[in-house]
């Protein structure tokens, strides 16, 4: 079984600053992938990116990048530049690799980032 | 293409009633989910269909909860004799399934319910 800790609950910053948001996980497997989800106000939840553990290398993706320290069981997720349109719920979900439950991604509680014009 | 999408948008009943949600996935996408999101918390999984093997129902929290999926289709999700704590969103999620662990799962606009 999988456990996710997004300790930051609500994040404010105003527009064109960086934000780094947390996501430590647990998990008994040794194999496991790590996503990150977007949810705007409308709700639809929206996929960013999947890794799976055996690939550290850190991941750009225009202003969006993460850095997965499989030591500290940190996924960390951070904004450049931020603008108003990243104004969303950010979720960090672990799942397993195989066995029982690999399909369910466990989701943290996330955190709720507010960009300020 | 279409997304997944889920009916109704929203939902309010009195406790006790029953109601029944729907979830359309992407055609061609062979594994279906539900989840649960209570006001700001994340999601709880309820329910995986993948193909036509049996689903697994580990998450749903009571027997008032039950969930159906015709072939590769639409699924409903009921909820039985509601009770106020069955208030929340409920969200359908579908993938390409199969083998791969890594599909992504893509998500539908939600039904939220509200219980009164």
């Known amino acids: 079984a999988q456990k996710v800790t997004q300790a930051q609950t609500e994040i404010s910053v105003v527009e064109k600053e960086d934000v780094t948001l947390d996501c430590v996980y647990e998990?008994?497997?040794?194999?496991?992938?790590l996503f990150w989800y977007k949810q705007p106000p409308s709700g639809e939840l929206v996929f960013l990116i999947r890794r799976n553990s055996f690939d550290e290398q850190n991941e750009i993706s225009g202003r969006y990048s993460w850095n997965f320290q499989k030591s500290t069981s940190s996924f960390n997720f951070t904004i450049t530049a931020s603008q108003v349109v990243d104004s969303a719920v950010y979720f960090c979900?672990?799942?397993?690799?195989?066995?029982?439950?690999?399909?369910?991604?466990?989701f943290g509680k996330g955190t709720k980032l507010s960009v300020i014009p | 293409g279409a997304g997944v999408s889920q009916s109704p948008s929203n939902k309010v009943t009195e406790k006790g009633k029953d109601v029944e949600l729907r979830c359309d996935p992407i055609s061609g996408h062979t594994a279906l989910y539900w989840y649960r999101q209570r006001l700001g918390q994340g999601l709880e999984f309820l329910i995986y269909?993948?193909?036509?093997?049996?689903?697994?129902k580990s998450g749903l929290p009571s027997d008032r909860f039950s969930a159906e999926r015709t072939g590769e289709s639409v699924s409903t999700l009921t909820i039985q004799r509601t009770q106020q704590e069955d208030s929340a969103v409920y969200l359908c999620?579908?993938?390409?399934?199969?083998?791969?662990?890594?599909?992504?799962?893509?998500f539908g606009p939600g039904t939220r319910l509200t219980v009164l």
């Open positions: 269909f993948q193909g036509n093997s049996a689903p697994d």
């Open positions: 999620a579908s993938s390409l399934g199969g083998r791969g662990r890594w599909d992504e799962q893509f």
């Open positions: 979900a672990p799942k397993a690799w195989e066995g029982a439950g690999s399909y369910q991604l466990t």
């Open positions: 998990t008994r497997d040794t194999t496991y992938y």
